[in-house]
């Protein structure tokens, strides 16, 4: 049979250049099938967040960003016709990460949320176990 894991916030033992504790996570053995398998794909607008969002997080090498960062480059790679197109398609995105806890919103920054190990799109989730995951405790 097919092992399935979830996945697990650890603090790590050093701190952050701010003093902050590190984390990470790691795999556990369950007899649960993972959300990943099972769940719904994403919408193209939801993937185009995700990506646009991980694109400047990486490049700033932050651990979070600005909402006007995130925004040029969502509005650079959505195909909308129209400014208001991409406007609405990114205040959809942003309340539907928001809400799933895929990212977590603290004075006006944006950060990967406690939510995004187990996000219940599975091709997202996919996304997230191939990338080292710094989530803020």
Known sequence: PPIAFTLRQ??????DADGDPETSVILEATDTPP??????????????????????LDASQAK????????EE???????DTP???RQAFHRVRA???????????????????GAPSVKWRDIAN????RPIMIKP
């Open 10 to 15: 650890i603090v790590l033992p050093w701190k």
């Open 35 to 56: 959300s990943a398998q099972s769940g719904a794909r994403a919408s193209a607008n939801i993937k185009l967040g995700v990506e646009s969002f991980l694109s400047v």
């Open 64 to 71: 979070e960003i600005s909402l006007d960062e995130w925004r």
């Open 74 to 80: 969502f509005y650079a790679r959505h195909t909308g």
């Open 84 to 86: 208001a197109a991409k």
């Open 96 to 114: 539907d990460l928001v809400s799933e806890r895929f990212l977590e919103v603290r004075n006006d920054l944006y950060s990967i949320g406690p």
């Open 127 to 130: 996304l997230m176990l191939a």
